[in-house]
């Protein structure tokens, strides 16, 4: 491994599984593996059971801290919602879960929408993809993920923020996302896409 910048909550041990090629940056505590020519799918099959998230952006392996119990508070709280408001023919899945978003790209989103179709089938692209923002990934969700749904074609991107807390709705118009509603704290939010749904922030963190 070359280029390795270190971080408090990554350690020698963290990184010996990960493949021996691999340039290493770390930022916030949030792994950047990448490699001349960049990894294809079939590499995040050699990662290693470790807890945290692997994912791959455009060729390039990203792993993520295992999240504060706040962020999963408010993935559950989310999810729930969602379950209670969705139509019978469409369903709400949670991380860990893989959606291929380009050719050398699979993610998983920490909450998301999409058809009920054949289980047996292949996997039906989300209509609504949902992150919730931790330390050690904001920029790659606000920058990286953005850019990466939005090439995918996916009609809904939401951005929780349990800190503050907030919800930022993005949907697709004319193929670019736009900032459609923003809520913070007690402040009702619905929106229609993919389905009507009605909430606050603050009923996703307490």
């Known amino acids: 491994m ?5 971080h408090e909550s990554v350690t020698v041990a963290t990184l ?6 691999a340039s290493v940056d770390i930022v916030e ?6 490699r001349p020519g960049g990894f294809d799918v079939s590499d995040l099959d050699l990662m290693p059971d470790d807890g ?11 792993v993520s801290p295992s999240p504060r119990r706040l962020h999963q508070r ?4 989310l999810a729930v919602v969602l379950v209670q408001s969705a139509p019978d023919d469409l369903e709400v899945l949670v991380a860990p879960f ?3 978003a380009g050719p050398r790209s699979v993610v ?3 909450v998301l929408v999409l058809p009920r179709e054949d289980r047996d089938g292949p996997v039906p692209p989300p209509l609504l993809a949902v992150e919730v923002l931790s330390p050690s990934n904001r920029g790659y969700d606000l920058v990286a993920k953005r850019n ?9 991107y939401w951005i929780v923020d349990p800190d503050e807390p907030s919800v930022t709705v993005l949907e697709l118009r004319n193929d670019v996302y736009v900032e459609i509603a923003r809520a913070t704290g007690d402040q009702p939010l619905t929106v229609h896409l993919p389905y009507d749904i009605s909430l606050t922030p603050t009923d996703l963190v307490d």
């Open 2 to 6: 070359s280029s390795m910048t270190t």
């Open 16 to 21: 010996v599984n990960y493949p021996a090629e």
């Open 29 to 34: 505590g949030t792994i950047y593996l990448s």
């Open 52 to 62: 945290r998230r692997h994912e791959l952006l455009d060729g390039i392996i990203v």
């Open 74 to 77: 408010a993935v559950t709280n």
């Open 98 to 100: 893989d959606v291929q």
């Open 108 to 110: 998983e989103p920490d």
């Open 148 to 156: 990466l749904y939005q090439a995918a074609g996916i009609p809904s």
